[in-house]
């Protein structure tokens, strides 16, 4: 496995680029174009998760890692919201939401995985649970990769 050296290589924040490019294609179609505000919660939302998994990297302590990781899994949450919000609306088909709830799905199981491994750690559990893999970035992280079945 390839060593985490930078943001960019942490599969949660490679999963949170993904949403992002689906919120932003979603929003730029149909009756969101119409509701500017609604547009930009949902992308700034998606963008939240993303920039807070890179800006928790570039921390030095662990533990606030994990508190960026948490915000970042919060704004999981509320891009979830404004998809019920949606579908609720019927501004979209069916498909294409669900597609873009399994990919956030995705992203908040991998966050998850990060913060637990990172507490484990802070706690003294020196392995990871079964199905995890440890990888050290220079300095003061760790890094866990999920096998693909997992996310």
């Not at 500017?36 to 998760?49: G, K």
């Not at 597609?99 to 392995?127: C, F, M, P, W």
Request: glycine share 4%; with cysteine; aromatic share 10%.
């Amino acid at each position: 496995m390839a060593k985490v050296e930078r943001f960019e290589d942490l599969r949660c924040w490679q999963s949170a680029r993904s949403v992002v490019r689906l919120v932003y294609r979603l929003s730029q179609k149909g009756e969101l174009r119409k509701y500017y505000d609604t547009q930009r919660q949902f992308r700034r939302a998606a963008l939240s998760i993303m920039n807070n998994i890179a800006e928790g990297f570039a921390r030095y302590h662990p533990k606030e890692f994990s508190q960026f990781l948490n915000v970042a899994q919060s704004s999981v949450a509320e891009v979830k919201s404004i998809l019920y919000v949606l579908e609720g609306l019927s501004y979209f088909p069916e498909p294409e939401l669900r597609q873009i709830h399994l990919s956030v799905d995705d992203t908040r199981k991998s966050i998850l995985a990060l913060i637990k491994y990172i507490q484990n750690r802070q706690n003294g559990v020196s392995e990871p649970s079964v199905g995890y893999t440890k990888q050290e970035v220079p300095n003061h992280h760790y890094i866990l990769s999920l096998p693909k079945k997992h996310l």
